[in-house]
């Protein structure tokens, strides 16, 4: 018994809980950074200079964002073998990100910006940059399922579903990374 | 009164019964695991979030009776303390730590452990695909994972009982830097980090089965159900969903922050602190332990409804069906919920006026407290007007609903007292306090989940619960909540703190002995019932009376058109389609109306 299609639906319930999802994750992030900006008015607050590697890796975001949303359309149109390599290329550009994020935490440490010791943006930035690589981490791998599973030769698949749903999640992560630089960049 | 004579109503619904037997009984094969163990019906996760919660709530009640030993008999020792606390209760009396650490736990286990994933994860599961008219939950997986991040981190929770250096002792509220630094208590150390990890645990077990709940209503609603026809059971618990959705992702955020500060030597909470146990000053500088409290309590308030909407909800459904009468005015206690939900997000501050706040703040927070008095307002006077000259079924269920609203009123009235900041600088952590969030959230709150448990037990296990049992259960619970809480208010007025290990030492205080020793009894009586529930509770799994109708309460929801004990996927056949609203109680010269009979074409309108 299909208990997710017993009736008509004008939106998929699992896309329906991601946006709440999404606005879960969105409570979180607005309460770091809410809380990043109470400290940065008192004093004692130390700022830090913004890694130029972030800039790259805020492209390499952008661009997994166009190839999740053109596998999605590959998917749609049954164009299996590009659907397969535009989810392999965003897989890799995701780790790619994530690979950059820990380089820049890597340059930053080496300037001198340390997690202990007097409260600052570095702290803040560690911390908040660390979270948000964990949600694309849980993206890399839900895309690594899917992967796996187009490459399954017994299911033949054609619920667009389960792309719609990574692939909205996908553009939510790019665009909280985005919102979260421009802040950095702003209050720094 | 005795249920048999409710049993007349029930022939309307089983002609729902009549109808189905050659669709689909459900074919995947059931095993014992993926029966009771890990299961995605979600009535039996609704079961095991029940029976988990009990559990906590003996320990939870335990702890409180070992602590009010101490508070009501100071002087005296009990040896057999020692036999089973150990060193923590040398000679027969409790130590400082480990009164803390009692205090401590009752808090957190009771807030989150009992009254937000005992009570709303037995209810939002049980209740929401059942009354919406849903199979299951939308993600009936995601619906076990929650039921399962939850008992493991229970577990953790459990397990920091017994390390060596005890449980986190620093209050319910963590705040630091007792919570911060390892070196600030013995129960700092190992046992705040496994308090921390079951709290993680628990917020994502609370995230995942509120993302279920909020997509359940909002989407599997069966045909003809819309949202001003569902019971407000099902507003009550969805709004609940939404504000753990929303603000327990901030009190995650603020664990990240001081897990960073006990273990990466950040400085978000701490500032210029030297440590006398360890003659050493730290490093940190420039934190804000008010940082963490403003986001504690963006989520703290919140909880608060979390806890006591589901209350509500099942308190209006219960009070509705054994009035025979329509809820009075529906749309307003929709309203007053959804207004409820909205200013919960907006008054956490007034749990920190005396920590500094700017004063004008202040008084915006004490604005938008106050305000909170009028959709509470509203409900009560619902409450009341719904139960106004009706001709009352006094069921076990309807007493302790009862007992719910008589709670709400005296407990939300101290609340006025609270909410404002000048008269809080005289109450603050008094026994003032202790009384009122006992009375308006924690009783209370346990009435409304008692009251669901007695009238939703004939629809969980297909048997009734013992009523004069039950009888006994609410007299002595509603008279002792009162006698317990009643006295505190007047204790806390004069200025008693709370958390104090001893009274007897302050001169103020020594005349409060008497009544102190008189409220300890009092628990230990009340606790000793609630043993009495508990095993009325799973007697009448076994051996309770049999329900003989699929509808028992002759009550209009969906739940009562499922078979008396319903399979996974809980209708047999087709789902029923829904005609009308949940509340057609003696309307039309009939007792009441189910929602899956089509409108009468003479029918008035409500």
Redesign the interface.
């Known amino acids: ?1 299909n ?2 299609s ?2 008509q ?3 998929h ?2 896309k ?2 991601l946006w ?2 999404i ?3 969105i ?6 950074t809410s ?1 990043y900006i ?2 940065g008015e ?4 130390t700022s830090v200079v913004v890694p130029k590697l972030f800039y790259y890796s805020t492209g390499v975001m952008l661009l997994s964002s166009l190839t999740i949303q053109m596998a999605l359309k590959s998917f749609k149109e049954r164009g299996m073998q590009q659907y397969r390599t535009l989810l392999t290329v965003t897989a890799v550009l995701g780790l790619l990100f994530i690979a950059m994020q820990i380089i820049g935490f890597y340059q930053l440490f080496n300037s001198g910006v ?7 943006a570095g ?1 803040f930035l560690y ?1 908040i940059f660390g ?1 948000h690589a964990l949600h694309v981490l849980g993206g890399a791998i839900a895309l690594l399922i899917m992967f796996f599973k187009a490459f399954s030769a017994k299911i033949r698949n054609y619920n667009s579903v389960p792309v719609e749903v990574i692939a909205t999640y996908w553009h939510f992560v790019d665009l909280l990374w985005i919102y979260l630089f421009v802040f950095f960049l702003w209050k720094v | 009164m005795s249920n048999e004579a409710l049993h007349g109503h029930s022939e309307v619904v089983t002609t729902h019964d009549v109808h189905h037997d050659e669709h ?1 009984v ?2 995947h094969k059931e095993t014992f695991i993926t029966k009771y163990v890990f299961s995605q019906d979600h009535k039996m996760i609704a079961k095991q979030f029940l029976i988990t919660g009990m559990v906590w709530a003996i320990l939870g009640g335990l702890m409180s009776v070992l602590f009010r030993l101490q508070l009501g008999y100071p002087d005296q020792t009990f040896p057999w303390l020692e036999d089973i606390l150990g060193r923590w209760a040398k000679g027969g009396k409790i130590s400082a730590e480990n009164y803390y650490a009692l205090v401590t736990m009752h808090g957190t286990v009771l807030v989150f452990f009992v009254l937000t994933g005992g009570l709303s994860g037995t209810f939002a599961n049980f209740l929401i695909p059942l009354q919406i008219g ?3 939950m ?3 997986f ?1 619906n076990m994972l929650s039921y399962w991040f939850f008992f493991g981190g229970s577990i953790v929770m459990l397990s920091s009982l017994f390390i060596q250096t005890g449980p986190f002792s620093g209050g319910w509220t963590a705040y630091p830097p007792l919570s911060a630094l390892g070196d600030a208590s013995p129960g700092s150390k190992t046992g705040m980090d496994l308090w921390i990890t079951a709290m993680a645990l628990f917020v994502v077990s609370s ?1 995942l089965g ?3 709940y ?3 209503v ?3 609603r ?2 003809g159900m819309s949202m001003t026809r569902m019971p407000l059971t099902m507003w009550a618990l969805f709004f609940t969903a939404v504000l753990g ?6 009190l ?3 664990f ?2 001081l897990l ?1 500060d006990r273990h ?5 909470y701490l ?1 210029d602190i030297y440590i006398t146990a360890t003659k050493q000053a730290l ?6 332990a008010i ?1 963490f409290q ?2 504690f309590w ?1 989520l703290g308030h919140p909880e608060v409804y979390i806890i006591l909407l589901p209350a509500m909800g099942m308190a209006s459904e219960i009070i509705s069906i054994n009035a025979r009468k329509p809820i009075f005015g529906y749309m307003a206690m929709v309203g007053s919920i959804f207004a409820i939900t909205i200013l919960a997000f907006l008054v956490w501050a007034h749990h920190m006026f005396v920590t500094g706040l700017n004063p004008f703040l202040g008084s915006v927070f004490v604005l938008l407290t106050l305000l909170i008095a009028v959709p509470s307002a509203i409900k009560v006077f619902n409450w009341l007007t719904t139960i106004w000259k009706a001709n009352i079924r006094f069921t076990p269920g309807m007493m302790f609903a009862l007992g719910f609203v008589s709670l709400f009123i005296s407990g939300g009235l101290t609340g006025i007292f609270l909410g404002n900041s000048t008269l809080d600088i005289h109450l603050h952590d008094t026994y003032f306090v202790i009384a009122h969030f006992h009375i308006v959230m924690g009783v209370s709150a346990f009435f409304g989940m008692f009251a669901g448990i007695y009238h939703w037990f004939p629809k969980m296990y297909g048997r009734f619960m013992n009523n004069t049992m039950a009888y006994i259960h609410f007299w002595v619970t509603l008279a002792g909540a009162y006698l317990i809480f009643w006295p505190m208010h007047y204790e806390g007025l004069a200025g008693m703190p709370r958390r104090y290990l001893d009274y007897s030492g302050w001169e103020s205080f020594k005349h409060f002995a008497d009544l102190n020793k008189f409220i300890s009894t009092v628990a230990m009586i009340v606790f000793a019932i609630q043993l009495m529930f508990v095993f009325n509770f799973f007697y009448s799994i076994f051996k309770g009376r049999k329900v003989t109708t699929t509808n028992p309460w002759g009550a209009t929801t969906l739940e009562w058109t499922t078979p008396i004990r319903p399979g996974h ?1 809980n209708w047999p056949g087709e ?1 029923p389609e829904v005609h009308r609203w949940a509340y057609d109680y003696s309307k039309d010269g009939r007792d009441f109306i189910p929602q899956t009979e089509p409108i009468g074409p003479n029918e008035s309108h409500h």
């Open positions: 018994m208990i997710v017993s009736r639906q004008k939106i319930p699992h329906f809980t709440i999802a606005g879960s994750i409570m979180m992030f607005a309460g770091l809380a109470v400290k008192q004093p004692g607050w340390k997690l202990e010791g007097g409260s600052g702290q911390i979270l | 689909h459900h074919h849903a199979r299951d939308a993600s009936p995601m995230l509120g993302l279920n909020i997509s359940t909002l989407n599997m069966t045909k959705v929303l603000s327990f992702p901030v995650l955020s603020g990240i922050l960073f990466g030597g950040t400085s978000f500032s490093p940190n500088e420039g934190g804000s940082l403003h986001l963006f996927g789902i």
